[in-house]
């Protein structure tokens, strides 16, 4: 028994971190549900077709499952945390010519190091989340998030840059099920999110309009139209402004080459968008910085590792070493594609996170 040790459970309105408040209500946790206001604008039709979160239709969902499962309710501004920490950080992303990845930094700045440090001085001893995720202390004595049971729903990759203390304060409880169990828990004790769809990666572009987020959110400070080139700088057509693309890109460019061709480099400096053919993808080494160190404690030696460049890449072997300006150095057995700068790289060993950082190049 955990002798009513206080947890405090950030409760977006879905069905997972609702079943992770139940869980943990079983087990004997004294539990507090606290959801996090973090964006201000809602529109009705997107709630409706997303699933809604982080805004006022979360608040009242998670109230009414914190009434059924009797146990006290808060919201919690954020606001301020998020325009500036997630917000700002995306938008000067794009700007430089880079791809964000605002839910790996939202979980590390805002779910965690806001909500942990407003917790803790509300008197809890852990704060909770439903990540499909689990977190084990190694024979080394660090904490490391490990692979939830379920392959499709894992979630580890978005939770690289946690760190030791975040990690030794933190609950994960529904890391052992799957999704299908989650919801089958939730029918059966009579959640009214039982069937709640997921909500949407990025909660504050809800439509997937990058481009008129960003030109609402830089304003005068947005890229204009600029040259399509070749790698050897031919000019073979006109863009939007290169915070319109992503390394990887095909569809949506506008330009007809005879057969498919892709973007492959963003020159933010001359607003430039390099296009090329699908092999121009591929590369063995990625360069990464930003490094968080999670399972082992430092680099000192070349080390094997698994490696994602996305979520949803499946993983490839590759060696790590650190190169003298600091940056580690990944250089991959076979090669991996459309690497992106300003997304992350991550590290695992089985089914732990070694830890990971942000692409360079």
């Known amino acids: 028994m955990n002798n009513k040790k206080t947890v405090v459970v950030g409760m977006s309105g879905g069905v997972d971190s609702s079943v992770a408040a139940y869980l943990l209500k079983e087990q004997g946790y004294h539990v507090i549900g606290v959801t996090m206001q973090i964006w201000q604008e809602e529109d009705p039709c997107q709630i409706e077709e997303n699933g809604g979160c982080c805004g006022n239709s979360a608040v009242e969902d998670a109230r009414r499952v914190a009434e059924m499962l009797d146990i006290p309710h808060y919201v919690m501004n954020f606001r301020k945390e998020f325009q500036e920490k997630v917000i700002d950080y995306f938008v000067e992303e794009y700007l430089n010519g880079r791809t964000p990845n605002p839910c790996n930094v939202c979980n590390r700045k805002i779910k965690w190091e806001a909500l942990l440090s407003r917790s803790m001085e509300i008197g809890a001893d852990y704060i909770a989340t439903g990540h499909y995720a689990r977190i084990d202390q190694l024979p080394n004595g660090r904490y490391a998030v490990r692979n939830s049971v379920t392959a499709t729903k894992d979630q580890t990759y ?53 481009g008129a987020f960003l030109e609402k959110e830089a304003k005068d400070r947005m890229p204009g139209p600029g040259n399509f080139v070749t790698v050897d700088g031919k ?67 070349p080390r094997r590792v698994t490696a994602k460049i996305r979520y949803s890449h499946a993983g490839s072997s590759c060696t790590i070493s650190k190169e003298a300006d600091g940056t580690v150095l990944c250089t991959f057995d076979e090669p991996v594609r459309a690497s992106t700068p300003g997304q992350a790289v991550v590290f695992y060993e089985g089914e732990y996170v070694l830890g990971g950082g942000t692409i360079l190049r």
């Open 235 to 301: 000019v073979i057509g006109t863009h939007q402004g290169v915070t319109h693309y992503t390394i990887g890109q095909r569809k949506g460019l506008g330009i007809a080459m005879g057969h498919p061709v892709f973007v492959t480099e963003l020159r933010p400096e001359t607003n430039e968008v390099v296009i090329g053919e699908h092999e121009d993808l591929f590369t063995t080494k990625i360069w990464c910085d930003q490094v968080n160190y999670m399972g082992m404690e430092e680099l000192t030696e």
């Open 158 to 210: 978005a939770l690289y840059n946690l760190t030791q203390d975040q990690l030794s304060r933190t609950l994960m409880p529904i890391g052992e099920y799957t999704k299908e169990e989650i919801r089958t828990i939730a029918e059966k004790i009579g959640l009214p999110v039982a069937g709640k769809k997921d909500s949407q990666d990025i909660c504050f572009i809800p439509d997937g309009d990058y």
